[in-house]
């Protein structure tokens, strides 16, 4: 299988990268990208080969496109004129149905549409994968494959996209928010930063592999933690008052509303 990816920015990176230590062969990718500079840099670093859109996606039997999707008016004719017929397009840019990437496409050209995250570029990944109308079992069994090179996939109805995005796509930022506020308080209650950050940081490691390892809900290890009339019980009550859960859940509304504006634009 020959793959081209569009797009070498940072997503498309990871996954090449994730592809290679998987056991793909360089001679196998193409990477595209208007950048020449990024290119030569990922030629020498993966020794994949590159080449320009048109070319990338002639030679290829999936084409991943990887790119912001304002860009993507430019790219996907570009893809649409290249490609041989029965070739797979991969989408990665947010908000962009599948519905619009096949009305640029020849005429049953199957498209998968997925959602990643960026702890893919530590393997972690977390992405959500929806088959477009002309996409198989196949097509879908092929990019998980592809993704779970660098982390795990589902397979989701794309009327649950804009959900995914808001929940894991831009999830990983919401997390960091609350390590950086745990550890501005750390260092506020008189610690160094470099001992706040490494306790905050191993914690919410420790606290996620806990999570998935153990198989328990969260309410269960949350209330394993916290003893009658102590510390945590005080430091939960603080956060029911200034209502931090209702907050949460009011910013990925917005984060979902926000996907769903840009696919409609």
């Not at 840099?41 to 590159?50: D, N």
């Not at 945590?232 to 926000?258: G, I, N, Q, S």
Request: aromatic residues 2%; charged residues 20%.
């Amino acid at each position: 299988m020959k793959l081209a990816v569009i797009g070498a920015g940072v997503m498309g990176e990871t996954l090449i990268a994730g592809l290679l230590r998987a056991g793909w062969a360089p001679q196998d990718i193409t990477a595209a990208d208007r950048h020449a500079p990024r290119l030569a840099e990922m030629e020498q670093r993966h020794g994949i080969r590159v080449a320009g859109t048109a070319q990338a996606a002639a030679g290829a039997d999936t084409v991943v496109v990887v790119v912001k999707p304002q860009d993507a008016g430019e790219v996907l004719p570009v893809v649409a004129g290249a490609i041989r017929p029965g070739t797979l397009v991969v989408s990665l840019c947010a908000g962009l149905g599948t519905a619009r990437i096949e009305e640029s496409m020849p005429e049953g050209t199957p498209v998968v549409r997925v959602m990643p995250n960026t702890p893919a570029q530590v393997d972690e990944g977390m992405a959500a994968i929806s088959a477009g109308s002309a996409a198989t079992t196949a097509h879908l069994e092929h990019v998980t494959g592809l993704m779970t090179a660098v982390g795990k996939a589902v397979t989701v109805p794309e009327k649950y996209q804009d959900a995914v995005t808001a929940i894991s796509g831009s999830g990983p930022a919401y997390l960091f928010f609350v390590v950086e506020a745990m550890i501005d308080a750390g260092v506020m209650l008189g610690l160094p930063r470099d001992i706040s950050t490494t306790l905050v940081v191993q914690t919410m490691y420790g606290s996620a592999k806990l999570l998935s390892d153990s198989g328990e809900h969260p309410t269960v290890l949350r209330e394993r933690v916290t003893s009658p009339g102590g510390t945590t019980a005080a430091a939960l009550r603080e956060l029911e008052d200034h209502r931090v859960k209702a907050a949460f859940m009011t910013a990925m509304e917005a984060a979902r509303d926000r996907s769903r504006a840009l696919a409609s634009s």
